[in-house]
């Protein structure tokens, strides 16, 4: 599909789906036939190319399926599963993060189309997949992925996501209403994000500390910056200290 019939199927789709009835034109079939075509034929090229059933993703397990919105394309295999769209290509997911990635519904939910196969940290020690709004990740020595989503994953990000000194996250994100806020804890700190204070990390012996006097739900409240230089030191502020 060259990416004018590409965009004809998106633009049609949306036209269509917005009413209370879609209607199915025949315009509409067409261009949906071709997209799905594209997407078979990607996915059927990628997965050749990962070594077809004797990859990591096995053998096939499902046919075409269309995502809610129309966007992209994606097949189920006995291990994973491989997602085609032309903004992303295809790519796959496998195994422990494929499973993660289902309880977010999948290419059709809240995390968005993965944007990169299954990649190995620098240092070996661990397995990330990045998608289109958060990442999955796992270490080696653990048997169940942990996420982070939206805001958070972008400061993650910023401090070198898996391979920085935050290392892989070690829980899925908490949310303490109560408290108004959100936080992720990785293996070299923690990152809480709250629309009072922000998104911020805190770590090492600063991080020791302060969960020793009950953390974000302690007595110092929320950070309010990142660790940084002082100083003779490192210093991190907080909403009462």
Same mark, same amino acid.
């Given at each position: 599909?060259?990416?004018? *019939?590409?965009?004809?199927?998106?633009?049609?789709?949306?036209?269509?789906?917005? /009413?209370?009835?879609?209607?199915? *034109?025949?315009?509409?079939?067409?261009?949906?036939?071709?997209?799905?075509?594209?997407?078979?034929?990607?996915?059927?090229?990628?997965?050749?190319?990962?070594?077809?059933?004797?990859?990591?993703?096995?053998?096939? !397990?499902?046919? /075409?399926?269309?995502? *809610?919105?129309?966007?992209?394309?994606?097949?189920?295999?006995?291990?994973?599963? &491989?997602?085609?769209?032309?903004?992303?290509?295809?790519?796959?997911?496998?195994?422990?993060?494929?499973? +993660?990635? @289902?309880?977010?519904?999948?290419?059709?939910?809240?995390?968005?189309?993965?944007?990169?196969?299954?990649? &190995?940290?620098? @240092?070996?020690?661990?397995?990330?997949?990045?998608?289109?709004?958060?990442?999955? !990740?796992?270490?080696?020595?653990?048997? $169940?992925?942990?996420?982070?989503?939206?805001?958070?994953?972008?400061?993650?990000?910023?401090? %070198? %996501?898996?391979?920085?000194?935050?290392?892989?996250?070690?829980?899925?994100?908490?949310?303490?209403?109560?408290?108004?806020?959100?936080?992720?804890?990785? @293996?070299?700190?923690?990152?809480?994000?709250?629309?009072?204070?922000?998104?911020? $990390?805190?770590?090492?012996?600063?991080?020791?500390?302060?969960?020793?006097?009950? %953390?974000?739900?302690? &007595?110092?409240?929320?950070? *309010?910056?990142? $660790?940084?230089?002082?100083?003779?030191? +490192?210093?991190?502020?907080?909403?009462?200290?």
């Amino acid at each position: 599909m060259s990416s004018r *019939t590409s965009r004809r199927w998106r633009n049609a789709f949306v036209r269509t789906a917005s /009413a209370e009835v879609r209607i199915e *034109t025949m315009e509409v079939r067409l261009l949906l036939s071709v997209f799905i075509q594209e997407g078979h034929i990607a996915i059927i090229a990628k997965h050749d190319a990962l070594g077809g059933v004797n990859s990591v993703l096995g053998a096939y !397990a499902s046919g /075409a399926i269309v995502t *809610t919105d129309g966007a992209a394309v994606y097949k189920h295999f006995s291990n994973g599963m &491989i997602v085609w769209s032309p903004a992303t290509g295809a790519r796959e997911v496998h195994g422990i993060i494929n499973r +993660r990635y @289902k309880e977010f519904g999948g290419p059709n939910g809240t995390i968005g189309l993965p944007i990169s196969d299954e990649k &190995i940290t620098l @240092k070996s020690d661990g397995r990330i997949n990045p998608f289109q709004r958060g990442m999955i !990740a796992f270490p080696l020595v653990a048997t $169940e992925a942990s996420d982070i989503t939206g805001n958070i994953a972008q400061a993650y990000y910023k401090w %070198g %996501g898996a391979w920085g000194f935050l290392g892989f996250p070690t829980s899925n994100e908490i949310s303490v209403p109560s408290k108004n806020y959100r936080m992720n804890t990785l @293996k070299g700190g923690i990152i809480v994000a709250s629309p009072v204070t922000g998104i911020h $990390e805190v770590h090492g012996l600063i991080l020791s500390r302060y969960n020793e006097i009950g %953390g974000p739900s302690g &007595i110092l409240g929320l950070p *309010t910056s990142d $660790e940084m230089n002082m100083p003779g030191g +490192r210093v991190s502020y907080f909403q009462y200290g």
